[in-house]
Structure formats: C-alpha cells, structure tokens
C-alpha cells in the first residue's frame, strides 16, 4: 500500500505537472542577486563571513537589510549597482536603472546569541563546543531520472527557456528585449514517466516599440524551438508568449520585489518539498542553504548510482547543535532496496554536520552568485563551484548497501 507521500507523488501516474523559472531581470530575482552579490563580496576577502542579507526592491528604490559580520571593506553601493548592471537595468527607458536607483543600506552585525551557537567553540549553556546549524529547521534535497542533470523535466525546461532567452538578449539578437521575464512548462506523465510537453509560457518584458508578432515569432523559433525537445512537442502543444498582449513595464518598476519568494523556482519547481527557508543572501552557517545543497547531493548520488529512481532526504536541526536530529529517505517505491537501508548507507557515506558539509562542498567561496538564476540545482557547467552537482559517491554508496 503507498504511503501518503508516495500517494502524493504518483498522483495516479497520469498526469500534467507544471512549474515555472523566471528570468533574473523578475523583481524577486533582482533582490536574489543583490543579497547574493553581497554575499560573494564578503566571503571574497573574508571567509569567515556570516550574512543574512535581505534586498527590497521597487520603482526607482533598493533597500538592503540584515545581519552581517565580516572582514571585509568594500562598498555597497557599488556591488548593489554592478548587480543591477550585471542583470541588463540599463536601458534610457528603464525607471529601475543601475545608475539612478536610490540605496538604503540597513545591514547590521550579527546578534551574538546566534553567533556563539554557530561558532565551533565552548559557550556558557551551549550543548557542545563544535559548529552547530544557525537556526532549527527542516532542509529537503530531491533526485529523479527524468532528464540528464537528475531533475525533475518541468522546472528544467522552465529553467532552459529563460536561461537561453537571458543569453540572447545579453548577446544583443533582440534589442526591443528586456530583463524582466517568466516561463512554465506543462508535462504530461504516462506510468509516472514525462512523455509530451502539453503547454509553454513565456512573457517577457519589451520595448515599447516591439510588435506582438515580432515577440512571439521570435520566441517561437529563437527560444522554444531551439531549447525544448522536439520529441516532447506536438502540434496540440499549446504555446502562449506574452498572453496579455503587452509587456513594457516591468522589473522593479511594475511589482516590488523580495529576497527568498522564488524558493520553488530555486529548488525543484514544486516537484519535490521546500522545507521553507530561502537560499539567497545566507552564509553557508545557514543550513536553509547549506544544508538544502547537501541533501541535493545525497538525493542526486543516490539516484545516480541506480539505487531509486526517484529519491527526497530530508533532516532537521536544533539551533547551535552540530548534528541533525532526523534523516529521512524516501523513494516513492522506486528503491531496489529498502529504504531504511538506503537511509543508513547514505548516513555513512555522507555526513550532515554543518561545519562537514561546508567542508565538503567547499561553501567559503564567493560561488553564490552563479547559483542565484535558473535554479540552486541541475547545473552542470561549472562543478568546480557547484559542487553539490558532483555525482562522486555513487562508488562509496554501493559499497555501503551490500
């Protein structure tokens, strides 16, 4: 008899999943990148950085908040503009505009309550002397085999349109287009496996002097066609580019914006559980991002070395204490083994201390920038930095089962 999990995943094994990405120019993913690029500025001079760095943005105005202790000197200002220009808010025409937006900085220094918990040393009440996780919390990693990166199809399309659409309008093929931009991708499952992509959405924000036609003939044939599995498409595929017909306003500009509100579109698109904290603007002393890419690692590795085809770990911490209190692993029914077994084999191969984990995937590096759009996980091109991707402990797992 499946589970309630496993009753929630099958979904009947026929079914339309959906998920979406949005483009870095998105208001949310502005303020993402912003914390982000506060991060990798601290870390660059000092590694022993702690942030927390929260980013509002909207019209003409950035407010950057949060907690943060650190080494290093550098100018905020100037990182909050090179990131803005780095996403494209350039244009004459753009109110959001690297050069004019107004700044609120409201960082401050960590409390020390939290920092004792965290720091690997002896503390009046504190249960041991080792690094323990920054808050309590519930992180979840997720593997399936649906698509060569072992993620779920939905949000890796989603994630392959919007990044391909960035790349051309970066490169310049389209000069009427702007950094604001969303897309979806519909899947139809048959026997739990994707079989046709049934619906594509994408709107992207525009010059005022751009023709509908011109937008969608342009999409059509430069994004969709070139990016999706020809495969997966049919002629009853319904595609939607720019549904309401006009999209000049955009960015900050048409909607504000907040660090952390993409946590679907950072992980796996709806596909796979959120334990709920955000990734962005955090140091790797924050299991919500640490954490969450360890699980990812332990999920993809096990799906990789052919022990599920399908597999969700989650565990949980206690605020200054180093070892997670819970490990879990599920497979939807789809583990050669038992997935108790699965679990203790994973607890010997992988180890879910905070100070091991940034360790392990080498977190005290400015890295956080290239994972900031189109997904924490599936990216393949930089393993050096995106070390959470790496599927080396396939051989130790094996091992680990008999």
């Not at 709806?270 to 699980?295: E, I, L, N, Q, T």
Request: proline share 4%; aromatic share 8%.
């Amino acid at each position: 008899m499946a589970s309630a999990v496993e009753s929630h995943f099958l979904m009947g094994k026929n079914y339309i999943f959906s998920s979406e990405s949005v483009g870095e120019g998105h208001p949310d993913k502005v303020s993402d990148t912003i914390s982000d690029a506060v991060l990798d500025a601290c870390l660059a001079q000092d590694r022993g950085s702690r942030v927390a760095c929260e980013t509002f943005v909207k019209s003409n105005v950035v407010c950057v908040g949060g907690e943060i202790t650190t080494k290093s000197k550098f100018d905020v200002e100037q990182v909050v503009r090179d990131a803005i220009r780095g996403i494209g808010y350039v244009n004459d025409d753009d109110v959001f505009h690297a050069d004019s937006v107004f700044i609120n900085n409201y960082l401050t220094a960590q409390s020390p309550d939290i920092s004792q918990g965290v720091d690997a040393k002896a503390a009046s009440g504190k249960a041991t002397a080792e690094q323990g996780a920054g808050d309590q919390g519930l992180m979840f990693g997720f593997a399936c085999d649906e698509t060569p990166e072992l993620m779920p199809a939905p949000i890796m399309y989603a994630h392959q349109l919007g990044s391909h659409l960035t790349k051309l309008r970066k490169a310049g093929k389209a000069k009427w287009l702007r950094p604001d931009a969303k897309s979806q991708v519909s899947v139809q499952y048959i026997d739990d496996k994707p079989m046709k992509i049934t619906s594509v959405v994408i709107s992207t924000q525009h010059a005022a002097a751009a023709s509908n036609k011109t937008i969608r003939d342009f999409i059509t044939k430069q994004v969709i066609q070139k990016v999706l599995p020809k495969k997966m498409l049919s002629r009853d595929t319904q595609i939607l580019i720019n549904p309401t017909g006009r999209f000049v306003v955009g960015g900050p500009a048409g909607d504000s914006g907040l660090t952390g509100r993409k946590i679907i579109v950072d992980t796996y698109g709806g596909m796979g559980r959120h334990g709920g904290g955000a990734f962005s603007g955090k140091d790797p002393s924050k299991v919500d991002r640490s954490a969450a890419y360890m699980g990812r690692y332990a999920a993809k590795n096990i799906v990789a070395a052919r022990l599920a085809k399908r597999c969700e770990i989650q565990f949980a911490y206690a605020i200054g204490y180093p070892d997670p209190v819970s490990v879990c692993v599920d497979t939807f029914g789809t583990g050669v083994v038992d997935d108790a077994i699965i679990a203790a084999a994973t607890e010997k191969v992988f180890s879910f201390k905070p100070a091991d984990i940034v360790r392990q995937l080498k977190l005290l590096r400015p890295i956080y920038s290239k994972t900031t759009n189109y997904g924490h996980f599936g990216k393949e091109d930089d393993l050096n930095s995106i070390t959470w991707e790496k599927i080396d402990k396939v051989a130790a797992l094996k091992r680990a089962i008999k």
